[in-house]
């Protein structure tokens, strides 16, 4: 649990540090990097904390009910996110700029983390179900 929580103060640093830069730029292309940084940091402090309330206070619990109630809708959003995979991949071939070309694969790179979540989600799915 220590580590764990040594590791959400250096994201809250992460957060700090990348504000306390983006006040110093005005340059868009450097503000939107550390932007992206923020906002992740941000939401890697919340699953940490999420991970620590589950090991010492509120367990995680999952039943096959709650999953079926949202299941389809799950399914379709996957669907969409592996919609904007391709058109993402699409794009950054067509693209001859650098910095355009870096942003896309960024892009990729998290809704491909986007399709993975949700893939987990099966995986809860396989576990829940004898039969998946």
Same mark, same amino acid.
């Given at each position: 649990?220590?580590?764990? /929580?040594?590791? !959400?103060?250096?994201?809250? !640093?992460?957060?700090? +540090?990348?504000?306390?830069?983006? #006040?110093? +730029? %005005?340059?868009?292309?450097?503000? !939107? $990097?550390?932007?992206?940084?923020?906002? %992740?940091?941000?939401?890697?402090? /919340?699953?940490?904390?999420?991970?620590? %309330?589950? *090991?010492?206070? /509120?367990?995680?619990?999952? +039943?096959?009910?709650?999953?079926?109630?949202?299941?389809?809708? $799950?399914?379709?959003?996957?669907?969409? @996110?592996?919609?904007?995979?391709?058109?993402?991949?699409? *794009?950054?071939? @067509?693209? +001859?700029?650098?910095? !355009? /070309?870096?942003?896309? #694969? &960024?892009? $990729?790179?998290? @809704?491909?983390? =986007?399709? =993975? $979540? *949700?893939?987990?989600? @099966?995986?809860?799915?396989?576990?829940? &179900?004898?039969?998946?």
């Amino acid at each position: 649990m220590e580590t764990l /929580r040594h590791w !959400q103060g250096l994201e809250r !640093q992460a957060i700090e +540090t990348t504000a306390e830069l983006m #006040e110093k +730029t %005005d340059n868009p292309l450097i503000r !939107q $990097i550390l932007e992206i940084i923020r906002n %992740d940091s941000v939401q890697h402090h /919340r699953v940490q904390q999420f991970l620590i %309330d589950s *090991l010492t206070t /509120r367990p995680v619990t999952l +039943t096959p009910e709650e999953l079926a109630e949202v299941w389809d809708a $799950i399914v379709a959003h996957d669907q969409v @996110e592996r919609e904007t995979i391709e058109i993402a991949k699409k *794009l950054k071939d @067509e693209c +001859t700029f650098f910095v !355009q /070309r870096a942003l896309l #694969e &960024y892009l $990729i790179l998290d @809704e491909e983390k =986007h399709d =993975h $979540i *949700l893939g987990q989600l @099966e995986e809860f799915k396989k576990n829940l &179900y004898p039969y998946g």
